[in-house]
Structures are given as C-alpha cells and as structure tokens.
C-alpha cells in the first residue's frame, strides 16, 4: 500500500464543532467522486470551526455558532444571513468567509462561492483548505479549466492531500488532458487498488492519451479490481485497436458482449471492428444489436446504411444514412456516403453541399476533398475542382513526407517563412 494517501476516503463528521471547542480547521474535502463521462467523484465539503481569532479579525463566537448550526441543518439561505451579519462585524475574518463560501456551493450558487473564496484568499493567500475549495466550487460549476490552477497549487503545498490531487485529476480528465490526467491518477489509484472508479479513471486516461502499451500492462490491476467485467474488456478492447491488433480487439469485445450483452456502445463497438476487416455481414449482425438495444442508433444506422451502399442497395442505404444524421449530423461517414449517393443520382448540388459539410467534420481527411472536386467538374465549376485536387496533392505530399520521417528518422522540412506563424500581438 502506498502511504502517500489514505487507505479510504473518509467523510466529513456529521456535525459542526463549536468555535468554542477551539478545535482546528478542517475546510478540506474528504469525499471526492464527481462524474465526469463514465465515472462519479463527488465533493462533500465541511464546514470549519473557527480559529483562534487573530488581532483586528475578531468573531462573534455565538453569531458563528448560530450560523454553523444553521448550515448544519441545512437551512442555508438563513445561514447565509447569519454569516453576512458575522461579517459586518468582522469582514477579514477567512474562517467566516469559507464556511459562508461551503455555503454558497451546498446551494449550487458557485459563482458567489467563487468570489468568496477569492476574498479569503486574498487575506490567507495560498491556504490549502480555501485552494481545495475553490477549485471545488470552479469544478462544480462546470469551469474544470478554471479549477486546475487552484488545485495545482493545493497539491504542491499539501502532497498527500488525496482531495486536492483527485480533483486535479478529474479537472485534466475534464478538460481532456489525459496526459496529465493519468499521470494525477497514476499515485491515487496505486494508493486504492480497490477503488474501481480510480483504476478505471486511470485506465480511460491511458487509453484516451494513446498510452495503449501502459493501458495492456495495467489490464491485470483492472481485472483484480474489477474480474471479468464489461467494462474491462471494453477499455483492453480500444487499447488493442488502438495498437492495430484487430483480431485480439475483437475478442475483448466479443467477452464484453458475453457478459453484458445489452449493454450499450459493445455490439456497435464488435460491429465497426468487423467493418474494419470488411467482414461485412458479421459487421451488420452486431449493428443490428446495437439499434435494438437502443444504444449507439445513430451511429449503428450509419454504418449499416454504409454497408447497404457497398452492397449496392442504395434506396436503403440512404433511408439508414438519412435516419442516422437525423439523430446525429456530426456522423461523417453517413454525411460522406450521402455525398455519394447524390452523385449517383446527378443532384450536383446536394453533392456539393454533403462533401463540404464532411470536409467541416475532419478537414484532415482527403476523400472529401476528391469527391467534391468531382461534384465541381460536373457543376462546370472547374477552378474550383482544381482548387480542391490541389488541396488532395498537397495532404498526399504531407502523407508521404511523414512517412518518410518516420522510416528515415530525419526531421520534417521547416515550413517556408510565409507559413510560419507570426504569433499575437
């Protein structure tokens, strides 16, 4: 067991201590699950006894009490009153101004807390507890961006404060930094081997990063933690997709699928690694699956309108691909076979307007670009076909420049003076 960090997560004590108790401060976090995408991490704050008042900071012991007491039987908009009042008479007081900014974030009013934290932070500059919290109340509200740089700093001044270090790590998960995610979530999950939600959390981040080698090497802490479980053989299934090992991919979902076969996203996930080997009518079956269990449709209904137009069935083809982007117009694939069909049916227009709109969907990818320098051509719009075949030579140039760099190991060429960017005033 690692000793950096608790063996548990341990939640806050059910009632307030009396400034009088002269008890410490704890203003931390001591339960930390808020969901983010697949997994909860919630924060449960605590409300502190005050300090021993400072020169020039006096309290009102009984005003605070009283306030304490209210927030402690939830009665928050009179709590808030009562620490308003507090702080009338004593306005730098930091302990009242945290225990008011608890307050405003139990009513879901973050950005008051935000403010109140910040005002206490100003006369306790870098407090773990007020840093914890703050960041709390950005992540709350939904700014993880806005919450790592108070996290961060509560990290590095308290080490082995786990709250401080989980909610960093969810705040770059948040974010999608799942670099950085991982490398938050690496000392937490090896502090809580039994803690699924960590191991998983750890693991999304591997395998959303690229870190596919490190995703197969943690696969046995995932099945210790969680054996057999679908969702184990989901995460190894994309880290051996990701690795291009196809077949052992599809096993993991093929496992996945045995044991919760109603469970959305694992036949469309076994469906589109058989439409990548092109083993079609296995590819069908699993989507077919997917539209019944009522999960991935949109995206199912693309690829089976997909494989209905490689078939040859373009009337159902483009009744699939028209349902898919009803549901969904980001799907590219069905927004380009659209593109397709219309070209088929000589509606040039139509043509033109599919293509553009996959070209916005990933501008990266050259097919797009062809067929709508066709659609062009035959709109008797030929400087704009040539516009885009100029557009199809120059990605080919780039595809075949990285490859080179890859098998010769030299550096890419610099770009020419005119492409280099010329920075922000």
């Known amino acids: 067991m690692n000793a950096l960090f608790p063996a548990t997560i341990h939640s806050c004590p059910g009632e307030f201590t009396s400034p009088k108790d002269g008890a410490k401060p704890h203003l931390t976090e001591r339960r930390v699950f808020v969901s983010i995408l697949l997994f909860a991490l919630l924060g449960v704050v605590c409300l502190a006894a005050a300090e021993p008042a400072k020169a020039g900071q006096a309290v009102n012991e009984e005003l605070f009490g009283q306030a304490n007491e209210l927030a402690s039987q939830g009665r928050y908009p009179e709590a808030v009153k009562s620490y308003l009042r507090v702080l009338q008479l004593a306005p730098n007081s930091p302990e009242v101004l945290n225990n008011l900014g608890v307050v405003y974030t139990r009513m879901g009013k973050y950005s008051e807390a935000v403010l109140t934290y910040q005002r206490a932070l100003r006369l306790e500059p870098h407090s773990p507890r007020l840093l914890v919290n703050l960041g709390l109340a950005h992540f709350k509200n939904g700014c993880w961006k806005c919450a790592i740089k ?43 081997p039994d803690n699924s939600t960590l191991q998983f959390l750890l693991a999304e981040s591997y395998l959303w990063s690229g870190q596919y080698d490190k995703l197969l090497a943690f696969f046995d802490q995932l099945e210790k933690s969680s ?56 590819a069908q079956k699993e989507f077919m699956k997917e539209v019944d269990n009522e999960g991935e449709v949109a995206k199912a209904k693309a690829y089976l ?91 080919h140039e780039k595809t075949r420049a990285n490859l080179l760099h890859e098998i010769s190991g030299e550096p890419p060429p610099l770009p020419q003076n005119s492409q280099l960017p010329t920075g922000k005033q």
Do not use: C
Request: proline share 4%; charged share 25%; net charge negative.
């Open 150 to 192: 108070p996290l961060k700093e509560a990290a590095i001044a308290e080490p082995q404060n786990f709250q401080a270090r989980a909610l960093l790590a969810m705040s770059y998960y948040g974010v999608k930094d799942f670099s950085y995610a991982s490398r938050e979530f690496e000392p937490l999950a090896a502090a809580q």
């Open 227 to 282: 054996p057999n479980s679908a969702a184990t053989h989901l995460l190894m299934g994309e880290a051996y997709d990701g690795l291009d090992r196809t077949d052992q991919a599809i096993e993991e979902f093929k496992a996945a699928a045995a044991v919760a076969p109603n469970q959305p996203d694992v036949h469309f996930g076994l469906g589109y690694l058989y439409w990548k080997k092109r083993e079609l009518a296995n």
């Open 305 to 395: 309108g997909d494989i209905e137009l490689r078939e040859g069935h373009a009337e159902s083809a483009e009744r699939l691909l028209h349902e898919a982007t009803r549901r969904d117009p980001r799907i590219r694939i069905a927004v380009y076979d659209l593109g397709a069909i219309y070209m088929r049916q000589k509606a040039y227009s139509k043509a033109v307007a599919a293509f553009q709109d996959a070209i916005r969907l990933d501008p990266s990818r050259a097919d797009a670009h062809y067929r709508l320098a066709q659609a062009y051509r035959q709109q008797g719009h030929n400087d704009l076909a040539e516009a885009e075949t100029r557009k199809v030579a120059a990605m």
